[in-house]
């Protein structure tokens, strides 16, 4: 009712309106012309529009009718369905690692003490390696080594830093040798010397530490420290010197017999049998010189030799001064 009522007044202010502009109006055919139509000057004003005739709007009380939109009918969501995942196996028990089993340590090899090489074979000779008066067939120091009274005499009087030699210039592998020996001053052992090489490199300056005639290899002592040595290698063997102690003399002759045959080696001092030896390692066995041992010392020493017959491949497989 409210928007009827201002609907009908907006009509009626229309019509009056309308009414006053007809009044002024001049007459059609009149002498006076029309006035002209002045802009009302309202300045920031804007001017006010003819009212528009509102649209005839339904009645309040018949209410329009809504139509539903378009819309599909919601189709019903599909169930969800589980990924389509395999079953996963239970896990599997985590195996050991791959580590193969670790062996016991091995102990380092050692030469069996029962390897026996036979004796070589080979002409047998017998030689008199000195002749009782001269070093012919030998090598060695001339200052330290001599002939007297038809022996050879090893001495030093200024210290020696290195053991030295007197060489035979023949090599040899088997044999049995036999000689006298007497330490006469100091208590230093001596020895023979075979089975090696003469090996100067032991040290940087061969000339000036006299190393030039240094053996390298197996040495049987005598007097004092009995027993056998690996010069420059395996240093002391498992030969017990304690029988030739009982029978040697340490400031007086001592007859030796060396019996070297395959990787035996049998010693006799003043006939009796003190070493009986298998070298557990046969590679380091090689035909070289037989040496006459002076020792390195800080003091002088002096040791004597005669005799000195060796026989190569020898016949008999026995110490033949043994008694």
């Known amino acids: 009712m409210y928007r009827l009522s201002i609907l009908a007044a907006l009509l009626a202010g229309a019509a009056m309106a309308a009414a006053q502009n007809k009044e002024q109006s001049p007459r059609p055919g009149g002498p006076d012309k029309p006035a002209a139509v002045k802009p009302v000057e309202n300045g920031d004003k804007k001017p006010v529009p003819s009212p528009a005739t509102p649209k005839p709007k339904p009645p309040e009380n018949t209410p329009a009718t809504k139509v539903a939109p378009a819309v599909a009918p919601k189709v019903p969501a599909a169930p969800k369905v589980a990924p389509a995942v395999a079953p996963m196996a239970p896990a599997a028990p985590k195996a050991a690692p791959a580590v193969a089993p670790k062996a016991p340590a091995t102990a380092a090899a050692k030469p069996t003490e029962n390897v026996v090489v036979p004796p070589n074979k080979g002409e047998s000779k017998t030689i008199q390696l000195f002749d009782g008066k001269t070093l012919n067939g030998w090598t060695g120091y001339s200052d330290l080594w001599s002939v007297k009274n038809g022996a050879i005499v090893a001495r030093n009087d200024k210290p020696l830093k ?22 006469v001053e100091s208590e230093m052992h001596s020895g023979i010397s075979f089975w090696g090489e003469v090996r100067p490199s032991v040290s ?6 006299r190393t030039e005639h240094t053996y390298a290899g197996h040495l ?15 240093n002391g063997l498992p030969v017990d010197g304690a029988p030739a102690r009982k029978v040697g ?9 060396v019996l070297a045959q395959g990787n035996r080696v049998r010693v006799a001092v003043n006939g009796k049998a003190v070493v009986d030896w298998y070298d557990p390692e046969p ?30 491949f020898p016949k008999e497989n026995k110490l033949i001064t043994v008694k």
Do not use: C
Not at 204 to 209: G, I, L, V
Not at 222 to 233: E, H, I, Q, V
Not at 249 to 257: A, G, I, L
């Open 249 to 257: 003399k340490q400031h007086d002759w001592n007859d030796v017999e």
């Open 162 to 183: 290195f053991s030295t030699y007197l060489l035979t210039k023949d090599q040899y592998t088997d044999f049995r040798i036999t000689f006298a020996s007497k330490l």
């Open 283 to 312: 590679k380091r066995i090689k035909a070289g010189p037989i040496g006459l041992q002076l020792h390195s010392n800080n003091v002088p020493q002096e040791i004597l030799f005669k005799g000195l017959v060796i026989e190569t």
């Open 204 to 209: 940087k300056d061969p000339k000036a530490d």
């Open 220 to 234: 049987v002592m005598f007097p004092s420290g009995y027993g056998m040595y690996d010069l420059f290698g395996r």
